[in-house]
């Protein structure tokens, strides 16, 4: 006999975790590129059920939204969400 239904098995498969902690310097970026209209998120892989990829969608072109080449699964996606706001905080001192 199973638990939970073939519906709910699914959706937790597609439901990122909410148990990561990012670091003092990670907040400093993700706040930096918040505050500069840079939008940076998990998007959907839709071929694959429960991957990742991380977007971007720069100032002025909201509507375009560049996916990184890497997949990602649930339990490191938000891990490289912060990476790619720590690239963009950095890039800002150059």
Do not use: T
């Not at 939204?65 to 720590?86: G, L, N, R, T």
Request: aromatic residues 10%; charged residues 30%.
């Amino acid at each position: 006999m199973s638990v939970g239904s073939k519906r709910a098995k699914e959706r937790a498969k597609r439901k990122l975790p909410d148990n990561y902690m990012q670091s003092k310097e990670e907040e400093k970026a993700y706040l930096y590129c918040v505050k500069n209209d840079i939008r940076i998120g998990p998007v959907a892989v839709e071929e694959i059920i429960g991957s990742w990829a991380v977007g971007v969608s720069l100032p002025g072109n909201h509507k375009v939204v560049h996916k990184s080449p890497e997949i990602h699964d649930k339990h490191s996606i938000m891990e490289a969400v912060y990476k790619y706001c720590i690239y963009y905080y950095n890039k800002r001192k150059q």
